[in-house]
C-alpha cells in the first residue's frame, strides 16, 4: 500500500509540468546519425507554441540550437539571463543545461521555432526535471 501512494504521489507531482507541456506541437523534420560522430544523432524539429504555452522544467542532455520563425518565445536555463527572442534570433543550451523557461511570449499569438540537436542517437528529446 505504501509503494502505490508513493507512485501516485509522484504522478500527481509530475503531472502539472507534462501537461503544460502537452501544449506545444513537436514535428521532426530530419534525423540522421552521424557517422563521424559515433553514438550521436542530428535531430531537426519545429515547435509550435500555441497562445500561452510553456513547457516544464527539462533538459534535453543534448547541444540544442534554436531558431525563431515565427512569433516570440522566452527561453532561460538554469545560471542564465531570461530572453526573448523574436524571428531570426536563435539560443543555445547544452547537454548540462537545466531549462528552466520555455514559453511563448504572447497570449494571444502562436510562436514557432526550430530546434536542432546533436544528442545520443535513441536518447529522449526531452527529460523532465523536478
Keep these: 500500500m505504501k509503494i502505490v501512494a508513493k507512485v501516485i504521489l509522484c504522478l500527481a507531482c509530475?503531472?502539472?509540468?507534462?501537461?503544460?507541456?502537452?501544449?506545444?506541437?513537436?514535428t521532426?523534420?530530419?534525423s540522421k546519425n552521424l557517422s563521424n560522430i559515433p553514438g550521436k544523432e542530428g535531430l531537426m524539429i519545429t515547435v509550435v507554441y500555441p497562445p500561452g504555452?510553456?513547457?516544464?522544467i527539462h533538459r534535453h542532455n543534448a547541444h540544442g540550437f534554436i531558431y525563431v520563425l515565427e512569433g516570440s518565445i522566452v527561453m532561460q536555463v538554469?545560471?542564465?539571463?531570461e530572453v526573448?527572442?523574436?524571428?531570426g534570433q536563435s539560443?543555445?543550451?547544452?547537454?548540462?543545461?537545466?531549462?528552466?523557461?520555455g514559453r511563448n511570449a504572447s497570449q494571444?499569438?502562436?510562436?514557432?521555432?526550430?530546434?536542432?540537436?546533436?544528442k545520443d542517437i535513441n536518447a529522449p528529446v526531452l527529460?523532465?526535471?523536478n
Excluded: C, N
Design 28 to 30: 521532426e523534420i530530419l
Design 91 to 101: 539560443f543555445y543550451e547544452g547537454p548540462d543545461d537545466i531549462h528552466t523557461v
Design 84 to 87: 526573448t527572442l523574436t524571428p
Design 78 to 81: 538554469r545560471g542564465g539571463k
Design 127 to 129: 527529460i523532465p526535471v
Design 108 to 118: 494571444t499569438e502562436s510562436a514557432k521555432f526550430l530546434v536542432f540537436l546533436v
Design 53 to 56: 504555452a510553456a513547457d516544464p
Design 14 to 26: 509530475l503531472a502539472p509540468g507534462w501537461l503544460m507541456g502537452q501544449d506545444a506541437k513537436v
